[in-house]
């Protein structure tokens, strides 16, 4: 299983960017790489998908090196109704869903 | 949009009876998991199912087991609660595992279970 580690906790302001990485060193061939978003009492939200490179949707950039051992989720011009808690994924399906591992999340908190 | 539906937001049991975690998705997704969420330890992969009468286990399957009698359903079973099982469960679908993507996994807002 893939071991993740990212940051526990992250603050920034209204219309920074903010960039959070989640560190998979033993990530796996066939492993992609997902990002949530959980606010309280809710569950967590897809946000953005990647297997290497480069992918961006609406919300969000997700950057994977080469190596694929690190990925860095960057949400453009936060705002405040962006304070939440980010889950990194590392497994899927082509791996077997038992290898499904969650980073413990990093709390994000924006101020204004 | 899929609604990934728990029967229960808050439940409160005893030590030894037997619980049910009910989860029911209506966008007729191949596959469903069980997870727990605890402060500090992020989300552990409990349970899944990948079709009807399929599971596999996850992480931490002891003191669990589920069931999948139908495609939209999937049961969470405790067969003796013990304290240690008080936690947050989510329940989750996705579409299919006949894709060489990973399929995003859609959430319920969970069951907050508290054994006592």
């Known amino acids: 299983l893939a071991k993740i580690t990212q940051p526990i906790s992250m603050d920034s302001y209204e219309g920074q960017e903010v960039n959070i990485t989640c560190s998979h060193n033993?990530?796996?061939?066939?492993?992609?790489i997902t990002w949530y978003q959980q606010f309280p009492s809710q569950g967590p939200r897809f946000i953005i998908q990647g297997y290497k490179t480069k992918v961006t949707n609406e919300v969000a950039s997700l950057f994977i090196p080469a190596d694929r051992k690190s990925s860095t989720l960057s949400l453009p011009r936060v705002s405040l109704s962006d304070t939440a808690v980010y889950y990194c994924l590392v497994g899927g399906q082509n791996s077997g869903y038992s290898t499904l591992t969650f980073g413990k999340g990093t709390m994000l908190l924006v101020s204004p | 949009d899929v609604k990934v539906t728990q029967s229960s937001r808050y439940l409160v049991k005893r030590t030894g009876e037997k619980v049910f975690l009910e989860c029911v998705q209506d966008?007729?997704?191949?596959?469903m998991f069980w997870y727990r969420q605890d402060p500090g330890l992020g989300l552990r992969l409990i349970y899944f199912s990948y079709d009807v009468k399929m599971k596999e286990k996850g992480d931490i399957p002891e003191g669990y087991s589920v069931s999948r009698e139908k495609k939209e359903r999937f049961s969470l079973i405790l067969e003796s609660a013990s304290t240690n099982q008080t936690s947050m469960y989510l329940c989750?679908?996705?579409?299919?595992?006949?894709?060489?993507?990973?399929?995003?996994?859609?959430f319920g807002d969970g069951t907050r279970l508290s054994i006592l």
């Open positions: 033993n990530i796996a061939t066939n492993d992609y």
């Open positions: 989750a679908s996705s579409l299919s595992r006949q894709s060489h993507s990973n399929q995003p996994q859609h």
């Open positions: 966008m007729d997704h191949e596959n």
